[in-house]
Structures are given as C-alpha cells and as structure tokens.
C-alpha cells in the first residue's frame, strides 16, 4: 500500500490542522493505522493510532493531551488526524503508517510493528 500524507503547514500557537493520509489499493480496511511525528535532532515518536476494526479502538500519546483526533473514513481510503490547540514543540515532519496486523483492534505505538509508511507533511507552529 502507498501512503501519501497531505494537510501540514505553518501556523500560530493554538491553531488547528487537520492531516490527511490517503492510501492506494483495496485493502485499506485491513491494516490498522497511525499517525507519528519526528522533529529535527529527535528520534520518531508516536502520536496516535487507530484500529482496523469498525469499533475504530483508538490510542493517543500522552503529550496530546486530548488536542488531537485520529479517524478514518474506509469507503475513501483516508485516515485524518485532527489537531487543536497546537504548540511551538509539536513543530515536526508527520507521518502515517499502516500495520498490516491480524487483529481486529491493535493500537500500536511501536514504529517496528507498521508495514508500510508514508514521506511525511511538515506542520510548523509559531509562538
């Protein structure tokens, strides 16, 4: 599956972006999917996940601190990761992967559980 992230962009302290990953092929209802983040000098961190199942367990990082949503919409292939109230320190390159797990309701946090990823939208916070 190819992943291609779109959304990110500059904006001021407590501003709002809503990515967007849009996946090929006819899978995309199968593969659980995350959203992780790396800034400059910083390894990649996780921010959220979401299941495969139609129940769409989700996990979210603690530093999001309910400012960010992760969903999906299968009928268009696209996992979207809402956020609000964004901060200077989540300035980073985002990425969305996909996890080709036979569970129903994973949530992964690890990088090293996700197949598939896509190049990465930069969101940039000013203060």
């Known amino acids: 599956v190819q992943l291609v992230e779109s959304g990110g962009g500059l904006v001021q302290a407590g501003g709002s972006l809503r990515l967007s990953c849009a996946a090929s092929?006819?899978?995309?209802?199968?593969?659980?999917m995350g959203w992780f983040r790396q800034a400059p000098g910083k390894e990649r961190e996780f921010v959220a996940a979401i299941s495969k199942s139609s129940s769409s367990q989700t996990k979210y990082a603690d530093f999001v601190e309910g400012r960010f949503t992760i969903s999906r919409d299968n009928a268009k292939n696209t996992v979207f990761l809402q956020m609000y109230t964004l901060k200077p320190e989540d300035t980073a390159l985002y990425y969305c992967?996909?996890?080709?797990?036979?569970?129903?309701?994973?949530?992964?946090?690890?990088?090293?559980?996700?197949?598939?990823w896509g190049k990465g939208t930069q969101v940039t916070v000013s203060s």
């Open positions: 092929g006819r899978a995309f209802s199968t593969y659980a």
């Open positions: 992967a996909a996890d080709r797990t036979p569970s129903s309701f994973a949530t992964s946090r690890y990088p090293s559980d996700y197949n598939y």
